[in-house]
């Protein structure tokens, strides 16, 4: 069943020389505990769409659906994982990973047993006073990730999460996310992680959507029909990488491939061992 349904979707603005389209007649969705990933070219509207998703901007044309109802205003159900960390840098880590249990109105023990228990998961015991200028940028990123979770959105949003950390903390990072997303006693329902990183797709991702050059389309739906943990040096981790880039960069959509049965490690199995 699809949590989200994103449906002949394009987006436009207006520009000093007329109209700049990004997006024309975007269609996918997006199923319960699946974790699926966004790929492209640089500005085809990656980010746009997750942006449309949550309903903090409007598509020019089409319709995003969530859990059947169209998306007008912005979703409290999802929450997003910046690029760029977007803490702010006068609150404590506690006191960040608090913000948006405050803004809800929720309870004060509530928020401090929340605070405490995505703390604990995401590694930062030790560090709850800390402000984000005396973290590393893994670190930092550890909090936004807090920060969404505890809200316990039924979809959590990731923007490019991984790309302003340094190699090794980033790698490290995708495995702790991993890890967090096969426990199904915590949230989200389902993951849409943004990327420019054709490996970081694949090595993730139950599903790859692959959008061409803007204005964009979808070119391809791509499954990873690999059995987690992810081995990049195997043959098949070769071919879908080959196949992902050479979408991208030869913009022909190859033959969308047929949703078979759940491999061990994906989504449907996370489900059924909840």
Request: net charge negative; hydrophobic share 40%; with cysteine.
């Amino acid at each position: 069943m699809a949590i989200i349904e994103v449906r002949h979707v394009a987006k436009s603005y207006a520009g000093r020389h007329g109209t700049i389209s990004i997006m024309n007649d975007v269609t996918f969705d997006v199923a319960d505990n699946e974790f699926l990933a966004v790929t492209g070219p640089s500005g085809c509207g990656k980010s746009t769409i997750l942006r449309l998703i949550q309903g903090l901007d409007k598509p020019t044309q089409g319709t995003i659906l969530f859990r059947g109802v169209a998306v007008s205003e912005v979703c409290t159900q999802m929450a997003m994982v910046f690029q760029n960390f977007a803490l702010y840098p006068w609150l404590t880590v506690k006191e960040n990973v608090a913000f948006g249990l405050e803004a809800r109105g929720m309870p004060k023990d509530r928020i401090e047993t929340q605070v405490d228990r995505f703390i604990s998961v995401t590694g930062l015991v030790g560090f709850e006073e800390a402000y984000p200028r005396e973290l590393s940028g893994g670190m930092r990123q550890r909090v936004a990730l807090a920060r969404a979770l505890a809200v316990e959105p039924a979809v959590l949003l990731m923007d490019e999460p991984f790309s302003a950390l340094d190699a090794l903390t980033a790698e490290g990072l995708r495995e702790e996310v991993l890890q967090l997303w096969r426990d199904p006693s915590l949230p989200p329902e389902a993951v849409i992680l943004v990327t420019h990183n054709i490996e970081e797709a694949i090595a993730m991702a139950d599903r790859i959507i692959v959008l061409s050059h803007r204005p964009s389309r979808v070119l391809a739906e791509v499954r990873v029909d690999l059995p987690r943990p992810r081995e990049r040096k195997s043959p098949g981790f070769y071919e879908l990488t080959d196949r992902v880039y050479s979408l991208i960069t030869e913009g022909s959509a190859l033959p969308l491939l047929p949703r078979g049965p759940p491999v061990p490690g994906t989504g449907p199995e996370r489900e059924a061992s909840r």
